[in-house]
Every structure is written in structure tokens, then in C-alpha cells.
């Protein structure tokens, strides 16, 4: 899944393409490197920003109106172009999701895990989209003062994660349509993201796909850096090579990446590592 970022603010790539022809010319790159999905968000959830509430924004936040200005050129140009190409939509947003699933996105990623707006779950049911369900800590503006889960984190997150599956298969999205994601850094903090990634197996256990998102993330950052400041996104390139290797040898069905055609090489080499397996 290549990470296709229509917004003038978020962590990594802010700006980068922000235009649609630009957003368009960098999809086909990443369609062309490898990518099987383009994932196009038009808010940035970096950490510090605070999310826009349902029915209008927050000071910070990005209202609908605005994400379906930025989004909705983009996946029109994508279709004209690519037609073959599947399209996910990252956006906690009911009205955007349902607008771009119109328009031929065919996947809802929610940060939010679905709780950031109660008209998304019958909103992603009525469309008969695929759902991403990531599990989130609070809101983006919380994140920094948030205490670490320490020794629990991976249960705290395998058991909010299996009731937000629960919550969406109540509104009437078919099972077979949900993958679950641990959202590495959402509300994580440094020490919790490395027991998500080191236990990554133990959420085969909710019975969905898995995906991956570490790419790129601060956690990241922070290891790889020779300072005492964490490494600029720009330069977490092998660390996130790393991570994204580690999730898919622990079961990872789908990550989430930046740049696609070292990931997909990445994960070329662990699939035969896989496969290699005794059973």
C-alpha cells in the first residue's frame, strides 16, 4: 500500500503533492515501483495536530469540505489514468469516506478505528467497502502527554481492536471486508510500538488480515539516530526497511509504506522466507 499524502502538513512528505497533478504523477510512480493499493489522505494526523470533529472542525482540523476538495481530483485523475488501480481513502470522515467510495475508492482507512465519527461504520456498510480498523490512543493533540501501556499494550490493543471489528460487523460491514491495523505511534509511545511489532503474530488471533504502517514513524527515528534528536523522516528509510521486513515474517498481510519499490523488494525476500516455512 503506497502512502499518497494530498495534504500541505503531514510528517513526512507535506506539500511534496499537494497539487493534483503532482498527487497524480506520484501515484502512477508508485503504481509503476510496485504498489497493489494507493492509500490517498487528505488531512495529516501527525502528532500535535487535533482531528476534526464530526460536524465541523476543531481550530486545527481539517473540515469535510476541505479533505473532499483535495481528495476528489485526485482519485477522479487516478481512475482516468490507472483504471485498474485500487484505491483506499484515509479518512475517519463519514461524508468523505461515502463521497470517495462513489467515486471508485474501493477501501475506507479509518485511524480512528471507526470512533471518531458514529456515522462511519453504517456509512462503510451502505458502500460494501473493504475497511481498514486501526486502533488509535485518543486524539493526535493527546498524543505526546499520553502515559505508555508498557507490559499490556499488545493486549490493550488486540482487545479494543477485536471490539471495533465488533462494532463495524453490528452496522453491517461483512467480515470478510475488515482488516485490522495496531497503528504504530497513534498514541503509542516509544516503548509500546517494538512489543506491537515483536508480537505482531499474537493479532492473527482477531481472525482478520493485518496490516502494517510503520514507515517512517518516530519510534523509528529514534532508534536509528546517532543523536539525541530522532532522525528526520527523510532518513528512516532502513529502519522502516526493517520494520516492515519484521511485520511481514510475523504475518503482516499489507504494509503500509512511503517508498514502495524498496518495500516491495523487501517483501519479495520475506514472502520466499515464508514460503519456505515448515508447515
Same mark, same amino acid.
Given at each position: %500500500?503506497? #502512502?499518497? /499524502?494530498?495534504?500541505?502538513?503531514?510528517?513526512?512528505? &507535506? &506539500?511534496?503533492?499537494?497539487?493534483?497533478?503532482?498527487?497524480?504523477?506520484?501515484?502512477?510512480? %508508485?503504481?509503476?515501483? *510496485?504498489?497493489?493499493?494507493?492509500?490517498?489522505? @487528505?488531512?495529516? !494526523?501527525?502528532?500535535?495536530?487535533?482531528?476534526?470533529?464530526?460536524?465541523?472542525?476543531?481550530? $486545527? *482540523?481539517?473540515?469535510?469540505?476541505?479533505?473532499?476538495?483535495?481528495?476528489?481530483?485526485? #482519485?477522479?485523475?487516478?481512475?482516468?489514468?490507472?483504471? $485498474?488501480?485500487? =484505491?483506499?481513502?484515509?479518512?475517519?470522515?463519514?461524508?468523505?469516506?461515502?463521497?470517495?467510495?462513489?467515486?471508485?475508492?474501493? =477501501?475506507? /482507512?479509518?485511524?480512528?478505528? %471507526?470512533?471518531?465519527? &458514529?456515522?462511519?461504520?453504517? !456509512?462503510?456498510?451502505?458502500?460494501?467497502?473493504?475497511?481498514?480498523? %486501526?486502533? !488509535?490512543?485518543?486524539?493526535? *493533540?493527546?498524543?505526546?502527554?499520553?502515559?505508555?501501556?508498557?507490559?499490556?499494550?499488545?493486549?490493550?490493543?488486540?482487545?479494543?481492536?477485536?471490539?471495533?471489528?465488533?462494532?463495524?460487523?453490528?452496522?453491517?460491514?461483512?467480515?470478510?471486508? =475488515?482488516?485490522?491495523?495496531? @497503528?504504530?505511534?497513534?498514541?503509542? /509511545?516509544?516503548?509500546? /510500538?517494538?512489543?506491537?511489532?515483536?508480537?505482531?503474530?499474537?493479532?492473527?488471533?482477531? *481472525?482478520?488480515?493485518?496490516?502494517?504502517?510503520?514507515?517512517?514513524?518516530?519510534?523509528?527515528?529514534?532508534?536509528?539516530?546517532? !543523536?539525541?534528536?530522532?532522525?528526520?523522516?527523510?532518513?528512516?528509510?532502513? &529502519?522502516?526497511?526493517?520494520?516492515?521486513?519484521?511485520? #511481514?515474517?510475523?504475518?503482516?498481510? #499489507? +504494509?503500509? +509504506?512511503?517508498?514502495?519499490?524498496?518495500?516491495? $523488494?523487501?517483501?519479495?525476500?520475506?514472502?520466499? =522466507?515464508?514460503?519456505?516455512?515448515?508447515?
Amino acid at each position: %500500500m503506497g #502512502i499518497l /499524502n494530498v495534504t500541505p502538513d503531514s510528517f513526512s512528505d &507535506g &506539500g511534496r503533492y499537494f497539487t493534483a497533478e503532482a498527487a497524480l504523477q506520484h501515484a502512477l510512480q %508508485m503504481l509503476a515501483e *510496485g504498489a497493489d493499493i494507493l492509500d490517498i489522505g @487528505g488531512e495529516s !494526523t501527525r502528532p500535535g495536530v487535533r482531528a476534526a470533529a464530526p460536524g465541523g472542525p476543531r481550530p $486545527e *482540523g481539517v473540515a469535510a469540505a476541505e479533505e473532499l476538495r483535495r481528495v476528489m481530483p485526485v #482519485i477522479a485523475s487516478i481512475r482516468q489514468a490507472a483504471p $485498474e488501480a485500487v =484505491i483506499s481513502v484515509d479518512t475517519y470522515k463519514s461524508e468523505v469516506a461515502r463521497e470517495a467510495a462513489a467515486a471508485g475508492a474501493e =477501501i475506507v /482507512n479509518d485511524v480512528s478505528g %471507526m470512533l471518531w465519527d &458514529g456515522e462511519m461504520p453504517a !456509512t462503510a456498510a451502505a458502500a460494501g467497502c473493504g475497511v481498514v480498523l %486501526m486502533h !488509535t490512543r485518543g486524539k493526535p *493533540g493527546e498524543w505526546r502527554t499520553l502515559p505508555p501501556l508498557g507490559e499490556s499494550v499488545v493486549e490493550v490493543v488486540s482487545r479494543e481492536l477485536g471490539a471495533r471489528a465488533a462494532q463495524a460487523k453490528r452496522a453491517g460491514v461483512h467480515a470478510d471486508h =475488515i482488516v485490522l491495523d495496531p @497503528g504504530f505511534g497513534f498514541g503509542k /509511545n516509544f516503548e509500546d /510500538n517494538y512489543p506491537l511489532l515483536a508480537r505482531f503474530d499474537e493479532f492473527h488471533d482477531l *481472525g482478520y488480515p493485518l496490516l502494517a504502517g510503520p514507515s517512517r514513524k518516530s519510534f523509528i527515528g529514534r532508534t536509528v539516530s546517532r !543523536t539525541p534528536e530522532p532522525a528526520p523522516p527523510e532518513l528512516r528509510l532502513h &529502519g522502516t526497511l526493517a520494520a516492515v521486513a519484521a511485520a #511481514i515474517l510475523k504475518g503482516a498481510h #499489507i +504494509v503500509r +509504506v512511503h517508498d514502495v519499490a524498496p518495500a516491495r $523488494e523487501v517483501a519479495a525476500v520475506c514472502d520466499e =522466507i515464508v514460503r519456505h516455512e515448515p508447515a
